[in-house]
């Protein structure tokens, strides 16, 4: 702080006279005083989050989580936005949350109905985010029922961020659970982002994805007639997906 004064001094224009000078002094101060509190504030939500977004993670993968583990994920993550409501990744964390809260049977009626204003904060804070979109999708499609408007949403999504993969994730778990009724060009839509998955680092949430809908064949059958895959990722597709 005392290093930074000079700076910030001649930086306001500070002129020579006695009086001018010290009001610079009391100006830079607290101009100082309030970035170091902002400062202070952005880390001590970060290190709120940080953790929660890890232990999403090992959700996602497969760790099962206790009511305990979640309340404290909820109570963090509520902390972290109070803190600095004006982040857009911690608006939509607090969404994941509530999602696994929901998901599991621990949260109450009153904490799901908050998720189509996180949702819509995360978009107007970020409006090219595509995560939120494709968040806002699974919420509207698994708790709410209204496929018209999940997919509206996901549209929306795919037009952001048509390659990353916790979107392109979000996207074919709600397109497998309506595939009978997807057209010829729809499902080749869908199989496209498959192979996109394939090739990501969500590859392992996929194959169970595919498993748990009965559709480890047809991706199969499409994932080795791709020309991109060697022969040796061919066999790898054979013993994960047409095997199982």
């Not at 795919?158 to 010829?184: A, D, H, K, M, N």
């Amino acid at each position: 702080l005392h290093d930074a004064l000079p700076i910030f001094i001649y930086l306001l224009g500070c002129g020579r006279s006695m009086i001018t000078r010290r009001l610079c002094v009391l100006l830079a101060i607290l101009l100082l005083s309030a970035l170091s509190y902002l400062a202070f504030v952005h880390f001590q939500a970060n290190s709120l989050v940080i953790p929660i977004q890890q232990q999403i993670q090992r959700w996602a993968d497969g760790e099962e989580p206790s009511h305990a583990h979640w309340q404290q994920a909820l109570t963090q993550i509520e902390q972290a936005v109070a803190l600095t409501p004006g982040q857009a990744e911690y608006q939509l964390t607090q969404a994941k949350v509530i999602e696994w809260g929901w998901y599991k049977g621990y949260a109450t009626t009153e904490t799901v109905a908050k998720l189509p204003l996180l949702y819509q904060q995360a978009m107007d804070l970020r409006p090219q985010w595509a995560q939120a979109y494709a968040d806002a999708a699974w919420y509207w499609f698994f708790i709410k029922a209204q496929p018209e408007r999940a997919f509206g949403y996901l549209t929306m999504a795919y037009q952001r961020g048509p390659y990353l993969p916790e979107v392109l994730f979000r996207g074919v778990t709600i397109e497998l659970q309506v595939w009978p009724s997807l057209s010829t060009v729809q499902k080749a839509a869908v199989l496209q982002r498959i192979k996109l998955l394939y090739r990501s680092d969500l590859h392992g949430r996929l194959l169970t994805l595919l498993q748990r809908n009965a559709k480890s064949k047809v991706a199969c059958l499409y994932l080795r007639q791709q020309v991109e895959f060697s022969t040796e990722q061919r066999q790898q597709i054979t013993s994960q997906l047409c095997e199982n």
